[in-house]
């Protein structure tokens, strides 16, 4: 009895003794705390390609910013097929519709703590992790590029300032930033191109679905035209051009460039793979149905005299076809792969930097023409004699359709766009300028931080 | 030792040589109850003396015992009886019950208590009660017996999960739901499925009905107090069968039943429908010059086929209906014990089909309770039980064009189930067809859950003892997925499958002491201190991948590609140390209950990871002072108040530390990103409740019940406070925020017959909660920070997540367009949705009032029991209705509609719900056109039955027998004629497409032997 009452006593002893506050500690098992994730310069690596991984959701680059920017434009309208993207093609979106805001900054705070990190406390090679910083770099540039473009008052009615907040910090001192204007952000853009493009080296640069050192310059160069500063367009253009590192991609081989990964017109573009993609989100299903008739998503129909844009033997003609027994027309080619959406989606092609680069030249009174014809030439279609503002736009559109630039051109030349409905059916016109061209900022974000001002017209 | 040794052979000698003097003689009788029935297990106990035997299994005793001395007689439930021997050699004794003792003893918890103790808000609910209605999860049958209790099933999936809310929701996003403690144990319960899109399985669906002796709810902080920590929102105290001392009994129960929808919902349109509504949305667009015109050209297009077949008509509804749906159930049990052990052994079956196509549930348990006395003063009790659930579940908790249930609705009219050689129509398009899907795919999913329940109480001295209790709870789950490769969404993958498996492992050790204090007979106290550890280590595995060679083949090894293959691990642990005192004072006329709780959580931080939780109860027993003690007319009345501190943890693991995620990749290669945000400071959510309440009973019980208040506050709310999403996050988990419910609650009861033959009994309750937000935080601006989404908002001075959204004006006569509120209330009405203001439109999609009534009625053998339950007083949405039911594209074109949708504008001067028809796809517009008064009443149980008679079955051999035929939901009254859903929904409130609850008529038999 006596052994009895001791091993009992001993039990209900160690038992109490247990129940310390240290003995409740959970386990990290799939995470780490911050400090402990980041101990060296591959961590740093690890936190970009995560940061890539932001990029390359639906929400963000993945599928919406890029679909966004073609339904709203005189290429694709929805036609409503599974429900997607009409409120946007129809401009009817309001302060709870969501868009890339979360995302953007989500990248934001990622690379903000790549290059906030102390690089001499980490071990590793301290050169590539000024490449990595810079690497983030470029994506804060191209994030704050994006909100602006988007969030921005540049093309608004009411003829307003704002830009967006600026976020240089993760979980700085200002928890509730204001808007900084459209210039402060452009500035602030511009910086930390010039900056990452000096801290990086081609050297460490070994693929092409990581961001890499030209990027710092064809970035530069698209946020150049956007707000049409051309000799910095013109310089920028010039310097990734001048690398040699890239090409036009030849006429025979343009359609099947967008099967294969990093072909020699691509700079930069996102991963996906087998194991890696986003099924039925991925933007492959919202340009075509899976099969012939009408299902899956789908949405995302081409504008039906968009085809005659194309001369007969333009290669980019193919990208085009039917379906639906020949009633709806589609992007085909761009994106293909529509079981799996396996496709790497480019966001940096070298066509667009010579685009860039001609219409830059364009208007500083330099030699667009050849520059021009550099694209007809492996395209396929008749080269240019002479050319106009109007040409290169044209130009543009036909090359990079359905990749999320003609709603941006439309705007930053100050046309103005017809709206479509579900069924081709005009809605009316959106008149430049207009509250629609800048995207209401997100309740949740008006509810949180009230220093943020929503735009006109929401 | 040699002195003890030494006294003890010094009493024997004495007891020797006192026998030697005495003049023994042997006795013997029979102990009988009040109506004569043989007592077994009676103590006869020569007074003064520790010598005495007990009676037989037919209430005989032998005891041999001197003249003059004196047996006592004693049995739980029976006054003592003392009988002097004299010349007598048999002396029968006749007990009498002792209502003192007899007076009903309620589980809290750790600890039971007499109803007359208790100082808090508790209910139970008794077997009877639970068994009246058939469901694959116990909780389902509290709906309308407990007041303050809503319950409503999220879905009719049998062996799904339901939302439990005692008084209101406390928390504003952290978990509402109320701890679940088993036989004295905390242990979790809730979703196990590791899907968001299958159907919901509920670990408490492990639990087999006919193991459970009753269900208490614990709502007020003095009855949560043993658990404070985890209290506020409320207990579930759950007690399984155990065995009593006696013969063994049997007991079989059976049950057959047919289940069907309990509303029959939405109907969809017919093709000939649609014909018409179509070509009249063409009139409409101006596509064609007459309504005559354009369904011509349709029945030269799409409706060609359809109208040279013959008109046809799909009736989706009919050919995913799972008609009649088969439930049944048997329970064996057997119970018994003897003088030193006690045990219940139970077998059950549960099988259980969905009232839609391919879905079921079905469940084998078993279960052992025993009790073992090691020695006197040393007892040992083990409760185990063993359960397999299976689930074959599908794809409802959004809008599955895969899924059976979207089909009934999204699949158009024109395409028919079957060919004419009766095979399945196999088309294309975006909805494959469902039957082809059910009989070809694969989605199951299986819980084993093991529950052992060990303790040892050790009687120190009289009035020291001390337990300890070691509980494993093992829950492993699997989850199996296969698509084929011939038909449907698979085809491209060539079949694709899927297999998930977590193992979840709870333990709890409680270690505690219970000592009595008494000062007098007239003067108690009762202290328990407790020391308690839990922890939960979960693993999950899962893989899939796709390309299969052949058909028949369904496992991972077969495939040609694996996709995906993840696993983790997370665990959490919770310590705490308990006191409670019980002070009961002059003669049980005043009731004290002070507790203590101090816990740990590895929720929090290290340095606010413990809280401290208390309470205070009091009670008077008016009805035991003097001078109401007199008073016939009433057997109860006493006056109970309570308030205290308890606490929610309820959130998400890991949340106080900035975290580092791994769980992604890029382009193959594994990556890292910010997950969490952290915040150090992150400690409980804290309640205060304040409960007043009479309990009573008058006119020999005739009329008895209790009526309470009660107002509780929940302040530091484990609130995911929004955050400027600049900072990369959306939200952050703060202890900010405050809100409140208050409200009423009545239990009340008639018998109103009790004779030998006749019985009739009228119950209720009803109860009200209203629910405040009371603070929020705010921005740096001192703005309030609310939490809108397109159908809510969170703000101070209206309920949770009350319904916030455009208020529609209806259509306009002339137009035939669907108009809103520009201001959101009255006056000036526009046609453009984004120019309508948002605003609250009353209530959240939580009951305010709820309330049950119950009524038994017998004559002889005969019986009917009949349950009622009412909900009310909150709003519901209708889900979808973008897509099926609105005059649009969707409904005539791409999907369906409801036959709700006829009822359109034509022409000028047509008042109707519904706007003129287009063949346009609208985008989302969510408004209070959709908005529903979600007050229903439901037939909850309606049971005939008869009991065989008695004598009858001793013929036979049988102890009881009972048959009877059972109904469930065999009514319900809706008070919303627009809203046509079944109005019992989850309480995010928005209708979905899972399963309805079900209407069952059951016949059943109990035979006890």
């Known amino acids: 009895m006596k052994k009895i009452s001791y091993s009992l006593f001993t039990l209900v002893l160690l038992l109490l003794g247990a129940c310390s506050t240290d003995s409740l500690d959970p386990t990290l ?78 990248l934001l705070a990622n690379v903000n703590v790549i290059i906030g990190a102390n690089l001499s406390s980490l071990d590793g090679n301290q050169e590539q992790g000024r490449h990595i910083q810079g690497q983030a770099m470029v994506l804060r540039a191209l994030a704050h590029y994006d909100l602006l473009r ?16 600026i976020v240089t910090t993760f979980n700085g001192d200002d928890l509730f930033p204001k808007r900084s204007s459209i210039d402060e952000v452009k500035a602030a853009i511009y910086d930390d191109l010039e900056t990452a493009y000096g801290m990086m080296d081609t050297s460490f640069d070994t693929s092409k679905t990581i961001v890499s050192k030209y990027v710092a310059k064809a970035l530069e160069a698209r946020v150049a035209i956007y707000f049409g500063d051309w000799d910095r367009a013109l310089t920028a253009s010039e310097v990734v051009i001048d690398s040699g590192m890239y090409g036009i991609i030849g006429a025979d081989a343009f359609v099947n460039s967008w099967t294969g990964p990093g072909t020699v017109n691509v700079i930069f573009e996102l991963a996906y793979s087998n194991a890696d993609n986003l099924g039925p989100d ?95 030439a492996n395209r396929g279609a008749s080269a240019y004699v002479t050319v106009t503002k109007e040409d290169i736009l044209k130009e543009r559109r036909k090359e990079l359709m359905f990749e999320g630039f003609r709603f941006d051109d439309l705007t930053r030349t100050g046309m103005d766009i017809e709206i479509l409905g579900s069924l081709e059916n005009s809605l009316g016109k959106v008149e430049y300028p207009s509250n629609l061209l800048a995207y209401p900022i997100p309740l949740s974000e008006i509810n949180a931080n009230s220093n943020v001002v929503q735009n006109a017209g929401y | 030792m040699i002195t003890k040794r030494f006294w003890i052979t010094l009493l024997f000698c004495l007891g020797l040589f006192n026998s030697v003097l005495a003049q023994e003689k042997k006795i013997s009788g029979i102990v ?59 002396i029968n004794v006749t007990m009498k019950e002792d209502t003192e003792t007899l007076e009903e003893v309620v589980v809290t918890g750790y600890s039971a208590q007499k109803r007359s103790d208790i100082t808090g808000s508790v209910v139970k609910v008794d077997a009877e009660k639970l ?42 996003t952290a978990g509402n739901e109320p701890l679940y403690v088993i036989d004295g144990v905390p242990v979790n319960n809730g979703n196990a499925s590791s899907s968001d899109n299958y159907s919901r399985i509920s670990t408490l669906a492990a639990l087999d009905q006919n193991n459970i002796e009753s269900i208490t709810v614990l709502k007020d902080a003095s009855a949560t107090a043993q658990y404070g ?87 989706w509804d009919e050919a995913v209906r799972n008609k009649d749906a088969v439930v049944q159930q048997l329970g064996i049990s057997a119970s018994g014990g003897g003088e030193d052990h006690t045990f219940f052994g139970s077998l059950g079956y549960f099988n259980q089909e969905a009232t839609v196509i391919g879905v079921g549930f079905e469940r084998i348990s078993g279960s052992l309770n025993l009790t073992k006395d090691l020695t006197p003063k040393i007892k040992f009790s083990s409760n185990n039980s063993g359960t397999y659930s299976l689930q074959n579940a599908f794809l409802e908790r959004s809008a599955f064009f895969e899924s059976p249930r979207s089909a009934k609705f999204f699949l158009s009219p024109l395409l028919l189930p079957y060919n004419e050689d009766g095979s ?122 796709e390309n299969f060679a052949a058909d028949g083949l369904f496992f991972l090894d077969n495939v040609g590609t694996p996709t995906s293959v993840n696993s983790s691990f997370f665990d959490w642990y919770v310590g705490s140390y308990l006191g409670l005192l019980k002070y009961s004072a002059f003669d049980r006329k005043y009731i004290l209950d002070l507790s203590y709780r101090r816990e740990g959580n590895s929720r929090f931080p290290s340095k606010s990871r413990w809280g401290q939780f208390w309470s205070v109860g009091g009670a008077w027993n008016i009805f035991r002072e003097d001078l109401i003690a007199d008073i016939e007319e009433i057997d109860n009345l006493r006056l109970r108040a309570s308030y205290g501190v308890t606490g929610n943890a309820n959130i998400e693991l890991n949340q106080y530390q900035a975290l580092f995620g791994y769980s992604i990749d890029y382009g193959g290669e594994g990556a890292q990103s910010l997950s969490t945000f952290g915040n150090d400071n992150l400690t409980w959510e804290t309640s205060h409740t304040f409960d007043i309440g009479v309990d009573f009973g008058f006119f020999d019980n005739f009329f008895s019940g209790s009526i309470g208040y009660f107002k ?106 669907e108009e809103w509120f520009v201001n959101g209330v009255d006056g000036e009405t526009t046609t453009v949705f984004n120019e309508a203001e948002a605003v609250f439109q009353g209530g959240n999609a939580v009951p305010t009032f709820t309330a049950g009534l119950n009524l038994n009625f017998s004559y002889k053998g005969f019986f009917i029991n009949a349950q009622g339950y009412y909900a009310g007083g909150h709003k519901i949405y209708e889900g979808w209705h973008r897509y099926l039911n609105q005059p649009n594209g969707y409904t005539i074109t791409t999907f369906n509609g409801y036959t709700s949708l006829l009822d359109r504008w034509q022409k000028p001067g047509d008042v109707a719900r519904n706007g003129k028809f287009t063949t346009a796809f609208e985008p989302w517009e969510r408004h209070s056109k959709f908005l529903f008064d979600g007050d229903f009443f439901r037939l909850r149980a309606l049971t005939l039955g008869y009991d065989m008679p008695s004598e009858l079955m001793d013929d036979i051999g049988m102890g009881s027998v009972r048959i009877y035929v059972r109904g469930n939901n065999l009514l319900t009254w809706v008070k919303d004629e627009n809203l046509v859903f079944d109005p019992e929904v989850d309480l995010n409130g928005e209708t979905g497409l899972e399963t309805p609850p079900v209407k069952t008529v059951a016949f059943g038999v109990n035979i006890t032997f």
């Open chain 2, 424 to 545: 399945f129509n196999q088309f294309g398009g975006s909805l494959p067809n469902p039957l082809y899907l059910v009989q070809h795919n694969i989605a199951n999913q299986n819980i084993m859950r093991i529950i052992s329940n060990n303790s040892l109480n050790w009687q120190l001295t009289e009035n020291l003892s001390f337990g300890s209790t070691f509980n494993v709870d093992y829950q492993g789950y699997n989850f199996r997925l296969y698509s084929n490769r011939n038909y449907g969404y698979s085809v491209p993958n060539s079949g694709d499958a899927a297999q998930f498996s977590r193992s979840n492992v709870f333990y709890v050790f409680q270690n505690y002491f219970d000592y009595r204090l008494e000062f007098s007979e007239a003067h108690r106290m009762d202290f328990k201190v407790l020391q308690e550890y839990q922890s939960n280590r979960s693993y999950f595995l899962g893989g899939a991948g």
């Open chain 2, 712 to 817: 509780r506050t929940s302040s530091d709310l484990l609130l995911d406070v929004p955050l400027s999403q600049t900072t990369g996050f959306a939200s952050q988990v703060q202890n900010i925020g405050e809100l409140t419910n208050t409200g009423i609650e009545v239990d009340f009861n008639f018998n109103i017959v009790n004779t030998n033959n006749w019985k009739l009994n009228l119950g209720g309750n009803f109860s009200t909660v209203n629910n405040e937000v009371t603070k929020l935080p705010v921005d740096n601006n001192g703005k309030e920070r609310e939490i809108t989404t397109t159908t809510t908002n969170i703000a101070t001075g209206h309920p949770v997540r009350e319904w916030f959204m455009p208020t529609w004006a209806g259509v306009n006569p002339e137009t035939g367009n």
């Open chain 2, 229 to 315: 920590a985890r209290g506020s929102n409320g207990v579930i105290v759950i007690t399984t069968k155990k065995g009593k001392q006696g013969k063994t009994k049997f007991s079989v129960n059976m049950s057959y039943g047919f289940q069907n929808d309990a509303v029959e919902g939405a109907v969809p349109l017919t093709a000939a429908n649609r014909l018409e509504l179509y070509s009249e949305a063409l009139f409409n667009d101006g596509r064609y010059p007459t309504k005559e015109s354009a369904e011509r050209a349709l029945l030269e297009g799409p409706y060609k086929e359809w109208n040279e077949a013959g008109r046809p008509e799909a009736h």
């Open chain 2, 32 to 90: 009988t109850d009040q109506n004569g029935l043989p007592l077994p297990g009676v103590a006869v106990i020569i007074e003064g003396t520790k010598r005495g035997t007990s009676t037989d299994f037919d209430g005989n005793y032998y005891i041999s015992v001197n003249v003059g001395q004196t047996l006592l007689f004693s049995y739980f439930g029976q006054m003592d009886e003392r009988k002097k021997i004299g010349s007598q050699n048999v």
């Open chain 1, 29 to 106: 098992s799939q995470s780490r705390s911050v400090e402990d994730g980041i101990v060296n310069v591959d961590n740093l690596h690890g936190i970009l390609k995560g940061a890539h991984n932001i990029m390359s959701a639906a929400g963000y680059y993945g599928r919406d910013l890029i679909v966004n920017n073609e339904v709203r434009s005189d290429n694709c309208f929805s036609n409503g097929n599974s429900g997607r993207f009409s409120t946007q093609a129809e401009y009817l979106y309001n302060e709870n519709t969501d868009y890339i805001w979360n995302n953007a900054y989500n």
């Open chain 2, 131 to 172: 068994e009246q209605v058939i469901v694959s999860s116990v909780d389902q049958a509290l709906q309308g017996n407990v007041s303050g209790v809503s319950v409503s099933a999220i879905s009719g999936t049998p062996g799904s999960t339901s939302n439990i809310r005692i008084r209101g929701i406390s928390s504003i």
């Open chain 1, 150 to 165: 988007v969030f921005g008052q540049q093309h608004t009615k009411s003829g307003g300032s704002l830009g967006v907040p």
């Open chain 1, 282 to 376: 991925a933007i492959s299903n919202i340009y075509r149905f899976p099969g012939d008739a009408p299902g899956g998503y789908g949405d995302v129909q081409v504008v039906s005299d968009l085809i005659e844009l194309y001369e007969e033997n333009d290669v980019r003609r193919d990208i085009l076809g039917y379906q639906d027994s020949g009633t709806r027309l589609r992007n085909m080619k761009k994106y293909p792969d529509t079981a799996t959406g396996t496709d790497n989606i480019p966001l940096f092609r070298y066509e667009e930097v010579i685009l860039n680069y001609a219409e830059a030249l364009f208007e500083t009174g330099g030699n667009a023409l050849a520059q021009l014809n550099l694209i007809t």
